[in-house]
């Protein structure tokens, strides 16, 4: 169910190579919060830093901080998500991606787990 | 004993079944070191005898707020009529919990999704939430929302706020490392070119929101459009803190460019009680409602898709978002939210237009009387709703130990603020009757000397 | 084309209750104010026209009948005390009695307003300096301020007080530390008062582990928050080294009275070491819950922390012919300032002044002890049927964990909506954090044996249902005037006003 092409981390953010990259939440992170009702997601321009916070997922019951697996700018948002933030629950690695940016350092994903990785170690 | 249904067989057999041979053993997790001896306090009374002790101590209160009470200063008089009272009072709005389980609470549910759509049809504004404590903690709030939505963390409030707000201001400000800068007034209101003044000079420090309150403490109905426009300019938050019986007749916060409006709806209905509880209100704009604090009804359907109310966007609370959340605020004041909406809904558009005519039309005449005696005279020239400041021949609080011996409440002394050198703030309801101002006219007439 | 006036409104299948603006019809009215007695100036004159509404607000119009009728309605669609039995762990939903009420709406009480004068107003300075008094002594402390709302309220007043404390002695602390199980208030009112928020683990007996705290613990904690029994209805038995650890780093210790009910005259917050307390009048000492609130959080300090106290205080100093006189006095160089307006939720302090004279001494004990006892006689009854993470007695409150029903395809959230159907509220749900599928029950000592062996056998019949027929329980409730709502609508296209 995780794509393999995809890169994870252990917060469960995944990331697409590309440039600009592709960043969404996983299938885990979206069955752990239940029906999302809302995404607050960074403003285009805005300097992510790896680690760091870039926003926050609601769902009905809980709210889970995103945090940035890669440092970079944000070229896009994903403005389907304001309508339908659902999207997020039923489309996790396709329509339902938060994010793109263009990338400060190829070598942060160095950092990041495959899916095999991913699924051992973390979305159990 | 009272309200303690269990009897000693009950006791005996409750402990066998629990396997324990006496009330020692289930409290053995308590160390012997912190075992407390009896506690020293008064023998318990039965109920007639609680009901003497209460009397006696009630009659050491030898005044209270009546036809010849004149004082407001963010607590009003006003009549509470006697379908409120009943209604409110039902055992089962009175005592039932925070409707966390929807389906047996939707009668606090609705009342409260009524409450928030009165106080937007009264201020103009979008959104509101489900209540809280009083107006200075929403002033403190409406801080909040400000320094969260702008980033920033200056805070800005008028000297002409009630006095009180202006102090739980600062120390909320104290309290979560946020400056306060104080307006202040000329001629008993703020000024544009003050208020631009004071913005201009924060300078690199800049201003997440500007709070001020209209009619303000002095009664004075600020030019909130130019004050909030400028607000804007210095990209600042423009918050309002109004009566909200002001504001059946006057412009309210969302047609003057307010982003966010608080106050206490405790004119509505809601008992003088000696300050409390009182039950503050806050609305804002749309686009501010994620991050309103505290409890926020919602209108949904249940799966049998009947109209349904719950409460919604709790992610944003204490409970669930901990340290994040919008602020520590649990409960709200919804059993005097409750009280309110009965109100507004019994006094409902005309009602509540005439009640609020009635307290202009007498503080008027009242002003107009008080202007005409030799030594007093209006304190101020800006236009009032039902509070205004007389200067007086002598200090206000030696006119109102004078009147008290009258049975007149006569106002509240405001000796030495807002450059008077002696003045009273004096507040007209419905409640006095055209006999009791006359009686503050002449009683003031004769204590001038 | 119909106007409002012909429109039928009422209930329908899909509608219990329409809301008031849907009632309303144009020139109806059902208000009685007098006439103006004095002379009718023209608006104009009085009020410039940009401070004006232009139009009128939207405020319904209803006549009295429909105002009683709808609000009677309303009322009705809920559950309450006086209706039925509250189990929620923390809560504390014991009687709230009626004698109360008759004292609180005596207009002796209600009338009074708080700009009058010191002089005019004794009885209500009285009451409220002896209610201080009271707590003092039900807690173990020195000095009680009652002008916190709330329980949150209270604790950001309290930890306002120990950050004064500290900045006085002219140190910067940062940290305050709390257990993982602690109720949400604490960490939001730690960060309100500046400060950052570091858990505490529990152990596997469900208290503080001390290791933890040695380690945790140093010369930027400001305080410790602890509730004791805690948040599992276990008493932190090593509270005084818990005490210990914390002071020797200069740090406080501070009190959370959720669960007060469970040691009145049993143990003191005072004598385990507690710097500061708050209670929450509304659990302990039976203040009505309203829907929500008001509700009122006092809080209690050792005599260190007294000169930070909030403004206004009372003093009280004896006058001609040794008579006792109070008054409110603003004076208080190193107070934390105002943390709200006027003095306190002061119908509600009445309602608990009342309350401790009828309990009295052995009164508050003894519901102390029969709230022990039935917390642990319901825990007895239900052990078999649920999963009891923590063996041994229980203070007045005990966890279970759905866990068993959980791998019977029933979570914690269907048992809770089964027992609506059943006719009871259900416990708390999922708080603390600490345990799986968790449920925090609380019965509280005015409950009779019969009701809670009545709710245990409700209780009980759901588990059986559970491993049975768990779509029965899926699927409730189905006896409530509305069944499960769509929250995610409800947070997705909030609609928190009526627009029309």
């Known amino acids: ?124 | 004993m009272p309200y303690l249904p269990h009897t000693a067989a009950d006791r005996e057999a409750m402990l066998t079944t629990i396997g324990a041979s006496d009330m020692e053993e289930l409290l053995d997790q308590v160390p012997t070191a912190v075992r407390s001896k009896p506690l020293l306090l008064p023998a318990a009374l039965s109920e007639p005898e609680l009901l003497h002790e209460l009397d006696a101590l009630a009659e050491r209160n030898t005044r209270s707020a009546g036809p010849r009470s004149f004082l407001g200063g963010g607590a009003y008089n006003h009549h509470i009529p006697a379908v409120v009272s009943a209604l409110a009072s039902r055992s089962e709005f009175v005592t039932s919990y925070t409707p966390y389980q929807p389906e047996i609470s939707q009668g606090t549910l609705q009342v409260i999704y009524e409450w928030q759509s009165l106080i937007c049809a009264l201020t103009g504004l979008d959104v509101a939430n489900a209540s809280l404590y009083d107006a200075a903690t929403a002033c403190a709030e409406a801080a909040m929302i400000g320094v969260n939505a702008t980033n920033r963390s200056t805070v800005v409030a008028a000297s002409t706020l009630n006095p009180m707000y202006l102090e739980v201001l600062r120390t909320y400000c104290w309290s979560q490392g946020l400056q306060l800068r104080v307006v202040m007034a000329e001629g008993g209101c703020i000024s544009p070119s003050s208020l631009r003044a004071t913005l201009a000079d924060l300078g690199e420090e800049k201003p997440a929101v500007a709070i001020l309150q209209s009619p303000n403490y002095f009664g004075l109905i600020e030019d909130q459009a130019s004050l909030a426009q400028i607000t804007h300019e210095f990209g600042a938050l423009y918050v309002t803190c109004a009566n909200p019986l002001s504001l059946a007749i006057l412009a309210p916060p969302g047609e003057i460019g307010a982003d966010i409006a608080v106050g206490d709806a405790q004119p509505f209905g809601v008992a003088l009680s000696y300050g409390g509880p009182y039950v503050g209100y806050v609305a804002a704009r749309e686009s501010l409602l994620r991050r309103l604090p505290g409890r926020i009804v919602g209108a949904s359907v249940d799966n049998k898709g009947r109209k349904a109310y719950v409460l919604t966007l709790q992610a944003r609370e204490q409970h669930i978002r901990r340290e994040k959340a919008t602020s520590n605020i649990c409960s709200n004041h919804a059993l005097c939210a409750t009280v309110a909406t009965i109100y507004l809904s019994y006094m409902g558009k005309a009602g509540l237009l005439e009640v609020a005519h009635l307290c202009l039309q007498k503080a008027h005449y009242a002003a107009e009387r008080i202007a005409e005696l030799p030594g007093y005279g209006l304190a101020f020239e800006a236009p009032f709703f039902h509070e205004f400041v007389v200067k007086t021949p002598r200090p206000g609080a030696v006119i109102r130990e004078a009147l008290m011996e009258r049975g007149i409440l006569a106002g509240i002394p405001v000796d030495g603020q807002a450059g008077l050198t002696y003045g009273l703030l004096v507040c007209v309801t419905e409640q006095n009757r055209k006999e009791d101002i006359d009686a503050l006219v002449q009683g003031l007439g004769e204590c001038a000397a | 084309m119909t106007s409002s006036s012909d429109k039928q409104v009422g209930a329908s299948p899909t509608v219990i209750e329409p809301t008031i603006f849907e009632l309303s019809s144009a020139g109806r009215a059902g208000y009685s104010l007098p006439a103006c007695d004095v002379p009718d100036a023209p608006v104009e004159r009085l009020l410039p026209q940009h401070s004006r509404r232009a139009e009128r607000p939207a405020l319904p119009e209803l006549s009295e009948l429909q105002v009683v009728r709808h609000f009677t309605r309303l009322s009705r669609l809920n559950y309450s005390i006086d209706g039925g039995f509250y189990p929620l762990g923390s809560c504390t939903m014991k009687y709230n009695p009626k004698l109360h009420e008759k004292v609180a709406s005596d207009t002796r009480w209600s009338s009074l307003h708080p700009h009058q004068p010191d002089a005019t107003v004794q009885g209500v300075l009285a009451m409220l300096f002896r209610l201080q008094g009271y707590l003092c002594k039900i807690g173990g402390m020195d000095a009680f301020t009652l002008q916190p709302a709330a329980g949150a309220h209270g604790e950001h007043t309290g930890l306002m007080l120990i950050r004064a404390f500290h900045e006085k002695k002219g140190e910067r602390r940062t940290e305050v530390l709390a257990p993982d199980s602690a109720h949400g208030t604490n960490p939001a009112s730690a960060v309100a008062a500046g400060y950052k928020v570091v858990q505490v683990r529990s152990n596997a007996q469900g208290r503080v582990d001390v290791e933890d705290l040695r380690r945790l613990v140093g010369p930027q904690t400001a305080a410790l928050m602890l509730t004791n029994p805690n948040t599992l209805g276990l008493f932190e038995s090593e509270i005084l080294s818990i005490a210990d650890i914390v002071h020797q780093t200069g740090g406080q210790l501070y009190y959370d009275g959720a669960n007060l009910n469970a040691i009145m005259g049993v143990s003191r917050p005072g004598d385990m070491g507690f710097d500061v307390v708050h209670f929450n009048l509304h659990k302990t000492m039976t203040t009505p819950h309203g829907g929500g609130g008001p509700g009122t959080g006092p809080v209690g300090v050792k005599s260190h922390l007294r000169p930070f106290l909030p403004i206004p205080v009372i003093e009280r100093s004896t006058g001609a012919a040794g008579a006792e006189q109070y008054a409110l006095t603003t004076e208080r160089p190193d107070s934390i300032g105002r943390v709200r307006s006027f003095f306190g939720n002061v119908g509600l302090l009445l309602r608990a002044y009342a309350y401790i004279r009828s309990m009295g001494p052995d009164g508050l004990t003894q519901a102390s002890h029969d709230a022990v006892l039935s917390a642990n006689y319901l825990k007895a009854l239900l052990q078999d049927s649920f999963d009891a993470p923590y063996a041994g007695h229980c203070m007045h409150e005990f966890v279970l964990s759905g866990r068993r029903q959980r791998a019977q395809g029933v979570k914690t959230l269907d048992i809770a909506k089964r027992l609506l159907d059943y006719g009871y509220h259900p416990p708390t749900i999922y708080f603390p954090l600490v345990v799986e599928e968790c449920m925090m029950i609380e019965p509280t000592e005015t409950e009779d044996r019969a009701t809670l062996e009545a709710f245990a056998a409700a209780l009980v019949a759901i588990a059986r249902e559970a491993a049975e027929q768990p779509e029965v329980v899926r699927a409730a409730p189905q006896n409530t005037p509305v069944s499960r709502i769509d929250e995610a609508l409800a947070a997705r296209k909030p609609d928190v006003r009526w627009k029309g």
């Open chain 1, 1 to 124: 169910m995780n794509p393999d092409d995809l890169l994870y981390a252990s917060s469960h953010e995944w990331v697409r190579r590309g440039d600009p990259a592709t960043i969404g939440i996983t299938h885990f992170a979206q069955d752990q919060l239940g029906d999302v009702v809302y995404v607050e997601l960074p403003v285009v321009g805005a300097v992510l830093s790896a680690g760091e916070i870039f926003g926050n997922v609601e769902s009905v019951k809980t709210a889970s901080d995103l945090y940035a697996p890669v440092s970079g700018t944000v070229v896009e948002t994903n403005t389907q998500l304001v309508e339908s933030p659902e999207l997020l629950n039923t489309s996790p690695y396709d329509k339902g991606w938060l994010i793109k940016v263009k990338l400060d350092n190829e070598e942060d994903l160095g950092n990041l787990l495959d899916r095999a990785a991913y699924e051992t170690n973390v979305a159990h």
